[in-house]
């Protein structure tokens, strides 16, 4: 099983949309979660950390379920600018330190 | 006033040759890093750097030798290219090696090995 799963998709929605995606991972010590965005050809930028409570970033909401040990990303009212894949970090630990890892991303097409 | 820089932004070359990528940040981060993506998009860590000593080596080819003059700056020297090398290479830096800092990512350099 891979450290950080996620489905490629891709998610076609139509704008105005809700659209979520889950990413899981296998290590169970894993600290530290986010969602990074990265639009084509382009580096990967921060788009929220994940908190056990839950947070939100306007149309953006976050949750990590530690039990079932995934985390999961909401966007309501989907817009043509949130086309991009969506990278979820977690940071299981090795050795010492903790690595970030990435899975492969989850790609978001929105349609007029 | 780009906060994560490297150069070249493109790089192709012939198998066996041997090459550099540059990396500069100009936000007085302490924690920097080199990253490789596949042409299936996978982003994996390669090396880590805190206050230019290495923290993360996560089994990458010795052919692979990172170099932090100072903490603004990560050099990837890569010997003998292989094929399999081609992919995107990501500089980013965080403000410190804690886990869950927020990285910053350069804008890549696309290596191309014929």
């Known amino acids: 099983r891979k450290e950080v799963e996620q489905d490629p998709g891709p998610f076609n929605v139509p704008e105005g949309a809700t659209v979520a995606f889950n990413c899981t991972y296998s290590n169970s010590a894993s600290q530290s979660f986010f969602w990074y965005r990265q639009d084509c050809r382009k580096e990967p930028k921060l788009l929220m950390s994940?908190?056990?409570s839950g947070n939100e970033d306007g149309r953006f909401t976050a949750q990590l379920n530690r039990a079932s040990q995934y985390i999961s990303l909401l966007i309501r009212d989907s817009k043509l600018s949130d086309s991009a894949t969506y990278l979820c970090v977690v940071n299981p630990p090795s050795g010492g330190s903790y690595i970030p890892t990435f899975g492969r991303g989850t790609s978001l097409i929105v349609h007029p | 006033d780009t906060a994560v820089s490297q150069t070249p932004k493109y790089l192709v070359t012939q198998m066996g040759n041997d090459k550099s990528i540059k990396c500069e940040q100009n936000?007085?981060?302490?924690?920097m890093y080199w990253y490789k993506q596949d042409s299936k998009k996978f982003l994996k860590i390669m090396f880590s750097y805190n206050n230019k000593e290495l923290i993360i080596n996560e089994t990458v080819p010795n052919r692979f030798s990172p170099k932090s003059p100072d903490k603004a700056h990560l050099n990837l020297h890569i010997n003998s290219l292989e094929l399999g090398d081609s992919a995107v290479y990501f500089c980013a830096s965080s403000r410190g090696q804690q886990v869950g800092e927020t990285q910053y990512f350069g804008p890549g350099t696309r290596l191309l090995v014929l």
């Open positions: 936000l007085g981060h302490d924690t």
């Open positions: 994940v908190y056990s």
